[in-house]
């Protein structure tokens, strides 16, 4: 019998313990015996993660919920001999859909084979952070910065569009100096490095020739502050024609990329912040790089 940690987050990934429950009798009928932690603060799974795989004869790590508490996983297990498993629970799942692990507990469960196991790449920032999916910059951080926990719970999805209406509607852009290397430079109002296709939605390919396995991040610059070009430019995504448009920058890259703020005057307070995975986590400057093979995980097939 196999052994999982699954570890859960009661704060922000609306779980109950009957959840809870369910899913480790599932796991048990899987022939896997679950301990189980529960976290209730942003970053405890990061920290307590290691401490318990040193003393307990884990065989690998289930992740129960959204992809917050899956980055958390991820930064605690990178380059580490432990495998990941999903069993999706958040209001998005972005990562989940992206890869097409199931959304149903009992389906997910029936990934967590030796077969299903496959080794991918992550991003790192400023050398010390992991993220999954992506970081950006841009208005996107205003509405993840700004959502209510109580909203989000009650509207879902639902949520994050109004949110995003909202901060696309108030934001003021702020330009930022993407660098690559010693020699290329590029400016704009907002930057995503992705290490997926999509953007919260697995229909938003905002990168569509990232790979988890490729041992490349993708980048994908908005040259343009008008609002008029950058609603056209997101309604492009859904197409994929928006890497075409000329106030579109996209490229991919095995290099560091550096990315800070252009004129240090404007620096307003939330226009210096970035996502990552979701979670409004870290500060301009940044410097970010491809993890090549750094994370096990279980997928699907294909």
């Not at 404007?266 to 912040?273: H, M, Q, S």
């Amino acid at each position: 019998m196999m052994k999982t940690l699954l570890v859960y987050n009661t704060l922000t990934g609306n779980i109950s313990e009957r959840a809870v429950e369910n899913t480790i009798k599932n796991l048990s009928k899987s022939n896997i015996s679950a301990e189980t932690l529960k976290t209730s603060v942003v970053g405890e799974a990061k920290d307590r993660i290691p401490e318990i795989l040193n003393s307990n004869g884990i065989d690998f790590v289930t992740a129960m919920g959204g992809d917050g508490i899956i980055n958390e996983a991820v930064n605690a297990l990178a380059y580490k001999d432990i495998p990941l498993g999903i069993i999706p629970h958040g209001t998005t799942n972005a990562f989940a859909r992206e890869k097409g692990i199931p959304l149903s507990v009992k389906k997910a469960i029936r990934l967590f084979k030796k077969e299903n196991l496959k080794t991918i790449d992550l991003g790192l920032i400023n050398d010390k952070q992991y993220f999954l999916m992506m970081c950006s910059y841009g208005f996107d951080v205003k509405a993840l910065s700004e959502i209510n926990l109580m909203v989000k719970r009650k509207l879902k999805i639902i949520a994050y569009i109004l949110y995003g209406i909202r901060a696309f509607l108030l934001h003021k852009p702020v330009k930022v100096v993407i660098k690559l290397g010693k020699f290329e430079k590029y400016e704009g109002y907002f930057c995503i490095i992705n290490n997926v296709k999509s953007y919260g939605n697995p229909l938003a390919k905002i990168t569509p020739h990232a790979s988890t396995e490729d041992g490349f991040l993708d980048v994908c610059i908005f040259r343009n502050s008008n609002k008029f070009s950058f609603l056209r430019n997101v309604i492009g995504i859904f197409t994929t024609r928006h890497i075409d448009f000329d106030d579109v920058i996209y490229f991919q890259t095995n290099n560091r990329v550096k990315i800070n703020i252009k004129d240090k005057k404007e620096g307003i307070k939330d226009n210096l912040k970035i996502q990552l995975d979701g979670d409004v986590l870290s500060s301009l400057p940044i410097e970010v790089k491809p993890a090549k093979s750094a994370l096990k995980i279980f997928l699907p097939k294909g």
